[in-house]
């Protein structure tokens, strides 16, 4: 199995510029999540979904778009980049929504906005 | 605001000691604590849990003590192996998906 898959691993956009970052996951899971890591700081969750066709904003939407059409792919959308949007970001799934469930976790995504 | 926090950047020990990694949390709604680890370049992997109903989870070499109390959990692996250097990160929630991470400690361990 795959698990949580995530493409690209590095990108460097230019202010104003959009991007998609994939998400895809073969477990079947019905929940799937988008974090940031900034450098030196902790996970924060930017959007989260609970099935094909539902999303939600987490911590720090702000920025950001989703959209899930199949259970499999949860893309992340950067409509306008900006230098606040460099970080790490993390696609990750899990089969409940329950606080407890393990979160599987793709590779991540590093991204710098020049 | 953080509501959990893990104040050691990073925590040097020798093969075969005990490492203690230590969290503290500011919310007494929270409920569930996750240990996840980090090696470099790759996604948090899950390692342990633990709900507020315990003080005490033991899995092989991890175990995680809570305290209530004190709002304060500690991840114990003994003995520590090389394998075992990696960043933590301390993460806690309540009865939502939300979870909330700490900074994460650096963990390395000396052959």
């Known amino acids: 199995n795959a698990g949580v898959t995530q493409t690209p691993k590095f990108r460097i956009l230019k202010i104003g510029q959009s991007m998609t970052l994939q998400c895809t996951q073969d477990?079947?899971?019905?929940?799937m999540y988008w974090y940031r890591q900034d450098p030196g700081m902790g996970l924060k969750l930017i959007y989260y979904?609970?099935?094909?066709?539902?999303?939600d904003k987490g911590e720090v939407p702000n920025g950001y778009n989703v959209s899930r059409s199949t259970t499999e792919d949860f893309p992340l959308r950067l409509e306008l980049a900006a230098p606040s949007q460099t970080s790490v970001y993390f696609c990750?799934?899990?089969?409940?929504?329950?606080?407890?469930?393990?979160?599987?976790f793709g590779q991540g995504t590093r991204l710098t906005v020049v | 605001d953080q509501q959990v926090k893990q104040n050691s950047p990073s925590l040097r020990v020798q093969e075969g000691r005990i490492s203690i990694l230590n969290c503290d949390y500011t919310?007494?709604?929270?409920?569930?604590f996750l240990w996840y680890k980090k090696y470099p370049a790759e996604g948090p992997t899950f390692l342990i849990s633990?709900?507020?109903?315990?003080d005490k989870n033991e899995d092989g070499r991890f175990t995680v003590f809570l305290n209530k109390s004190a709002k304060h959990l500690s991840l114990h692996i003994v003995p520590s192996q090389p394998g075992d250097s990696a960043v933590y990160f301390c993460?806690?929630?309540?009865?939502?998906?939300?979870?909330?991470f700490g900074k994460g400690t650096l963990l390395t361990v000396n052959p």
């Open positions: 990750a799934s899990s089969y409940s929504l329950q606080i407890n469930t393990e979160a599987f």
């Open positions: 477990m079947n899971h019905n929940y």
């Open positions: 979904s609970v099935g094909a066709g539902i999303t």
């Open positions: 919310n007494s709604m929270f409920d569930y």
């Open positions: 633990i709900s507020s109903i315990k």
């Open positions: 993460a806690s929630g309540g009865s939502n998906y939300k979870l909330t």
